[in-house]
C-alpha cells in the first residue's frame, strides 16, 4: 500500500531520517500507520524548534556536510 505523507511530514521526518518518504514507506509495511504518526508527533517540537534557527539543515544534508570533511 502507498501512504501519501504531507509536506510537513516529510520535512519532519527528515530531520530525523535520510530519505523520510522511504523511511515511512518501510515502517507503513511492517509497524503500521500508528507507529509512523507517533514517531512523526515525538519528533513535531525538535523538527520546530530547529527549523527557526537560521542555516537549519535537516538530516541528509547534515550527514552529507560531515562526509565532505
Same mark, same amino acid.
Given at each position: 500500500?502507498n501512504?501519501? +505523507?504531507?509536506?510537513?511530514q516529510?520535512?519532519i +521526518?527528515?530531520?530525523?531520517?535520510? #530519505?523520510p518518504?522511504?523511511? *515511512?514507506?518501510?515502517a507503513?509495511?511492517?509497524?503500521?500507520?500508528?507507529?509512523?504518526?507517533?514517531?512523526?508527533a515525538?519528533y &513535531?517540537p525538535?523538527y520546530e524548534?530547529? %527549523?527557526?534557527?537560521e542555516?537549519y %539543515?535537516? &538530516? *541528509?544534508a547534515? #550527514? *552529507?556536510?560531515l %562526509?565532505? %570533511?
Amino acid at each position: 500500500m502507498n501512504h501519501k +505523507l504531507t509536506d510537513e511530514q516529510i520535512a519532519i +521526518l527528515g530531520h530525523i531520517v535520510v #530519505d523520510p518518504q522511504a523511511w *515511512a514507506q518501510h515502517a507503513y509495511a511492517t509497524v503500521g500507520p500508528e507507529a509512523v504518526e507517533a514517531k512523526i508527533a515525538r519528533y &513535531r517540537p525538535e523538527y520546530e524548534a530547529a %527549523k527557526a534557527v537560521e542555516g537549519y %539543515k535537516n &538530516r *541528509a544534508a547534515r #550527514d *552529507a556536510e560531515l %562526509k565532505s %570533511k
